[in-house]
């Protein structure tokens, strides 16, 4: 039966390891390899790691992507 509570936390982006011990298993391949599914992609959180740094940066301009 799925877990409400670790459906949340993944949607939210908390680490399979954090959510597999909340749950009291020993490793994380059974979230993997039950809740893939509704985990972000790593493509789509590096995306946002960026956008969330660089909006909280002093000195950069908003909506504007730093030039080096």
């Known amino acids: 039966m799925p877990s409400p509570q670790a459906e949340v936390l ?3 982006g908390e680490s399979v390891i954090v959510v597999a011990e909340r749950l009291g298993h020993e490793n994380a391949s059974l979230v993997l ?3 893939r599914h509704l985990m972000p992609d790593s493509e789509e959180r590096t995306r946002r790691a960026v956008d969330e740094a660089w909006g909280c940066a002093p000195g950069v301009p908003q909506g504007e992507a730093p030039t080096s």
């Open 10 to 12: 993944l949607v939210q």
């Open 33 to 35: 390899s039950s809740y």
